[in-house]
């Protein structure tokens, strides 16, 4: 069996009661269908057989076999979609914190409409899995033992034609197979590529609009719909293929079975019960091969699924956790770092301090390594060598690393909702009317945002930001490009309340503005990743200038 579906059937294990409900309804069904053929072929050749009496016991175990087959078939609707959905919620769930853990520092080097495919559409193709293929691929192998064993008991010869040719139905979809993964990988990739391509479209319309490229932005959707209909087009031919030999092997087994019982049973009138139970393997193995034709979507799905929920975490989750001081500074001490194995390194032995209270600029070129050591202090990665201690004790010993280090990032993402709800994101309890108040935003806190906070100006929002980070009362502020977006006067204002809210915090600036860099009480100058020098504005005066100049 495959590796991914061996997991996914393994899943199916935390939710045992549901899956031996399923089981049993399926079975129950299953047996009293087989019952009810078997019950009414024996009164049909009763019948033949001259004796007529509807009404006996007989009759009234067919009705109630019926009954059971149809109570069962409605039981096992219910009780297979119940554990389909529990364990597809115990899925979605799994994803959301695959996607935690390998966020924001890398996405597997897929897209977030690729991620989003598997959290929904790929997980939703497994529902075939739970609801529809675990439970009755016990049962069909049970019903074909017990059909073929009762008809072995009539006569051993009534087995000859069925039995070989119910192998050769579920040999069809294993003869098929390679064809069916090819399919099946082929069909959920074309599906991800296309839903990450219309993410991605809905996210820039912005930007197509403005640069008038909704027309080419629609031939590549059109060509990745094409690919799609390709994939659902060659699916569809060998799926249709496996369905018309398993139906032209069962038109020839009964056919043979038929002849085979006129030919073996003397008795006209235990024929039809000869005849039911002959052919009671074909039944279970049509069931198989139906089930088997879903193999490679199925397959293609769980692999995707299990390659996401099995990433690693980017960094291991904290270890011997240790108390971190109330008024913490933060020391970057000899860190080292690169991206990939073989990519470059992106910083190369860089220590530098932010006091308690004081406000550290960290300045350089683009490219210079600034966002990176943001990006580390935040524990999106760890460095190769050298540490970062924050209250005297390194990062990856600090249990909850984001009580203490709080950011307002470069590119700020607001949720649909409201202002309040966006500044109590990390603190449910916080005063939104003082932390706006400290962003120099004067705002209804009930203000709706709209997605990705739409509604707003740049400015309003990065300050919509700022005021989330200060709620949170984390001792460590980083400010990466915080005021970026504000015009001279609004920065000047928010840069002297941002000032204040530091006299308590150990701060952290990344700023492009030499305004905003003077307030800074200390000044750590990055070249290619390294530190090329520090001290106070005015010791550094010349060459920010020349580095300003440089860059505009
Ligand atoms: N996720 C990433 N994967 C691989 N390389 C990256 C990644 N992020 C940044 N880099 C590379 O690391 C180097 C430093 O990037 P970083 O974003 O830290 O620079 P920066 O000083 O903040 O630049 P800017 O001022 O333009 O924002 C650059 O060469 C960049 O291409």
Redesign the pocket.
């Not at 350089?364 to 990006?375: D, I, N, P, R």
């Given at each position: 069996m495959n590796p991914s579906i061996r997991w996914l059937a393994g899943a199916v294990g935390a939710h045992r009661r549901a899956f031996v409900s399923t089981l049993a309804a399926n079975l129950l069904g299953q047996l009293a269908a087989l019952g009810a053929a078997v019950t009414g072929a024996w009164l049909a050749g009763r019948a033949i057989a001259g004796h007529i009496a509807p009404l006996d016991l007989a009759g009234a175990l067919l009705g109630s076999l019926v009954v059971v087959a149809t109570l069962a078939a409605w039981w096992e609707t219910y009780v297979a979609h119940d554990l389909a959905y529990l364990v597809l919620a115990r899925l979605r769930g799994q994803v959301y914190d695959a996607v935690a853990r390998i966020t924001p520092?890398?996405l597997l080097g897929r897209r977030s409409g690729d991620l989003s495919a598997a959290a929904l559409s790929d997980i939703e193709t497994l529902e075939w899995l739970f609801a529809h293929t675990l439970a009755q691929l016990i049962t069909a192998g049970t019903v074909l033992t017990a059909g073929s064993v009762a008809a072995a008991m009539i006569d051993p010869l009534l087995l000859t034609v069925s039995l070989p040719l119910a192998a050769c139905v579920l040999a069809v979809p294993l003869w098929l197979r390679k064809a069916s993964r090819r399919h099946g990988d082929e069909l959920r990739a074309a599906t991800a590529e296309l839903t990450a391509d219309v993410v991605d479209t809905v996210q820039g319309m912005r930007e197509l609009t403005a640069f008038r490229a909704l027309e080419s932005r629609r031939d590549l959707l059109a060509r990745k719909t094409r690919r799609l209909a390709r994939a659902h087009a060659a699916n569809a031919a060998r799926g249709g293929l496996e369905a018309a030999l398993t139906d032209l092997l069962l038109a020839v087994a009964a056919a043979g079975t038929l002849l085979l019982v006129v030919t073996v049973i003397r008795t006209p009138a235990d024929a039809p019960v000869a005849m039911v139970l002959a052919a009671g393997s074909l039944g279970p193995a049509a069931q198989v091969a139906l089930l088997l034709k879903e193999y490679g979507t199925l397959r293609a799905a769980a692999d995707r699924v299990r390659t996401l929920v099995t990433a690693p975490a980017n960094v291991p989750p904290p270890r011997d956790a240790r108390e971190v001081a109330t008024q913490p500074d933060v020391i970057f001490e000899d860190v080292r770092f690169?991206?990939?194995q073989d990519?470059?390194d992106?910083?190369c032995g860089v220590s530098f301090r932010i006091p308690y209270g004081r406000t550290v600029a960290?300045v350089?070129?683009?490219?210079?390594?600034?966002?990176?050591?943001?990006?580390l202090l935040l524990r999106h990665w760890d460095p190769d060598d050298g540490r970062i201690l924050v209250g005297g004790v390194p990062l990856p010993n600090i249990a909850e690393p984001h009580r203490h280090v709080t950011v307002v990032p470069?590119d700020v993402h607001l949720f649909a909702g409201t202002i309040g709800q966006n500044v109590r994101l990390g603190a449910p309890d916080a005063d939104v009317a003082g932390a706006l108040r400290t962003a120099q935003l004067t705002v209804d806190p009930e203000l709706p945002v709209g997605e990705r906070g739409v509604t707003l100006s740049g400015g309003q929002r990065a300050r919509v930001a700022v005021a989330r980070a200060l709620a949170t009362r984390a001792p460590v502020l980083v400010l990466?490009?915080a005021v970026a977006n504000l015009d001279p006067d609004n920065e000047a204002r928010l840069t002297e309340e941002l000032q204040r809210a530091a006299a308590g915090r150990a701060t952290l600036v990344?700023a492009?503005r030499l305004s905003t860099i003077r307030q800074a009480d200390h000044i750590v100058l990055?070249e290619e990743?390294r530190v090329a020098a520090e001290g106070p504005y005015d010791q550094l005066s010349e060459r920010l200038s020349q580095l300003f100049a440089a860059q505009s």
């Open positions: 520092a890398r690169r991206y990939t990519g470059p992106v910083l960290l350089g070129a683009s490219g210079a390594g600034k966002s990176t050591c943001v990006s470069q990466d490009e990344i492009h990055l990743g």
